[in-house]
């Protein structure tokens, strides 16, 4: 009986010997950097890649300064896919009463701009001059988001179908008249055309100061309307702005010389 005992033994070392290796043959794919990268464990850098892209086409435009009589206007938007998802003052007039009349008037120019996806809109009343500043620097920020958004396009779009879908866009465009110096003060007017026609019609600079105010504040926007309603600068004066609308209607006409006629 005990001669059996080293069999026996043999026997099962031997077993402990197949059975070592065959786990160390199953551990050793698990530890194998290859395997480990067919079996996906490199895909979580792939997804976080694609997760870093979604964010391209979004961005932030601040646009110039406008200085006016009671302080700088200053606009940034937020812009989309071409589209402004929100628009705020970063400066506006403060101290004094400025502080009652911005606090009224920019919430409400805010809301404005992402209605209306442009700086087609209205003045606030009792906030004239804050409105036409905040106006100018928005123009401002809307003509560099274009500037942007066409430059990126541009790039991937030369020679190829889609080339006549970006200058269809292109055709609507901002230009600014030559300053016309008057008795009272310097007006300058900026237009929007689209499609040989004017959309639009705002004055950069006018007469300000003692009565100046009242009669550009009265003048200008009828001056704005007729000339977007007769597409030309062939409008009447308006009566008692005699000045300021011959001063208008000498850099409408320059603007629209830029323009093309």
Known sequence: MRKSHPIRRVVLAGAATVSGIVLL????????????QAA?????????????????????????????????????????NGKIT?????????????DQVTANA?????????????????????A??????????????IDKAKAAGGSSQGSGSQGSGSGSKGSGAAQARTVTGSVAQTQ??????????????????????????GQSDQITANAVPKLNQAAVAAGSADIDAVSGATYTSAGYKESLQ????????
């Open 106 to 126: 920019v919430p409400k120019l805010n809301q404005a701009v992402v209605a209306a996806q442009g700086a087609d809109i209205d003045a606030v009343s009792g």
């Open 40 to 80: 996906g464990v490199g895909a979580p850098p792939a997804a976080s890649a694609q997760g870093g892209a979604q964010a391209a086409g979004s961005g932030t435009v601040t646009g110039e300064a406008a200085q006016t009589q009671y302080g700088a206007v200053q606009v940034r938007l937020t812009v989309s």
């Open 86 to 98: 929100r628009a705020e003052a970063v400066q506006a007039p403060k101290g004094g009463q400025s």
């Open 25 to 36: 043959l199953s551990l050793k794919p698990a530890s194998d950097p290859g395997s480990a």
């Open 128 to 141: 004239t001059y804050t409105s036409a500043g905040y106006k100018e620097s928005l123009q401002s920020a």
């Open 184 to 209: 009272y003060g310097a007006v300058q007017v900026r237009i929007t055309v689209s499609g040989g026609k004017i959309t639009r019609a705002e004055t950069v600079q006018a007469p300000k100061g």
């Open 254 to 261: 320059s603007a629209l010389d830029q323009a093309g006629g």
